[in-house]
């Protein structure tokens, strides 16, 4: 029996490097469609939310969160209620407004940030990063942010905040509220006469 002895440059050592190489671009390629596929798993898709901006937020709001959707209209209504002891929101020093971010005890400087039809609420930089919180709406005096991060909205839940000095207006249960890929939070269409 004759064994063929192939230099390194011949086409099986050719042939094992071509597929280590289009194995490694492979397994690059996953990395970068997973990392995506988390990312949009926690960013809903784009909502249809009017830009607004961030002297519409200076004022008093009652708060609340929720984590079932089902819950958004009891949660609004009992977020109504704290207005006897409301959130503040006050200007900011550099044109945005200061808001408690996540685990927080001072507040920070946010600003409203616009991507791809998505609204944001968080500190100076891209829209979008994990301490952000993704408005879902803002209709009648009553705005709905979830948090990017889905760790921090596993636990304080979905924001609701109730203008003061906003008339009562119903909010009905919608598709999705939470962060999910494809969802998007909708509230009943505004009167002629929105008030935000």
């Keep these: 029996m004759v064994h063929a ?23 690059a390629l996953a990395a970068c469609t997973s990392e995506n596929a988390i990312e949009s798993a926690a960013v809903p898709a784009a909502p249809a939310v009017p830009m607004f901006t961030s002297d519409e937020l200076v004022g008093k709001w009652g708060l609340g969160s929720f984590r079932n959707e089902a819950d958004l209209a009891r949660t609004a209504n009992e977020a109504r209620r704290y207005c006897s002891n409301p959130y503040v929101i006050t200007k900011g020093p550099n044109g945005g407004v200061m808001m408690y971010l996540a685990d927080q005890t001072q507040p920070s400087e946010v600003f409203v940030k616009n991507a791809g039809g998505r609204i944001y609420i968080g500190p100076p930089g891209p829209p979008g990063t994990a301490k952000d919180r993704q408005v879902t709406s803002f209709q009648n005096g009553v705005l709905v942010a979830a948090w990017v991060d889905p760790t921090v909205t596993a636990r304080y839940g979905t924001m609701v905040f109730v203008r003061c000095d906003a008339p009562a207006a119903p909010l009905a249960p919608t598709a999705s509220a939470a962060p999910a890929a494809g969802s998007a939070l909708t509230l009943p269409p505004a009167s002629a006469t929105t008030t935000r």
């Design 5 to 27: 002895i192939r230099a390194p440059g011949s086409g099986l050592a050719r042939r094992h490097l071509g597929f280590s190489a289009i194995l490694a671009a492979a397994a």
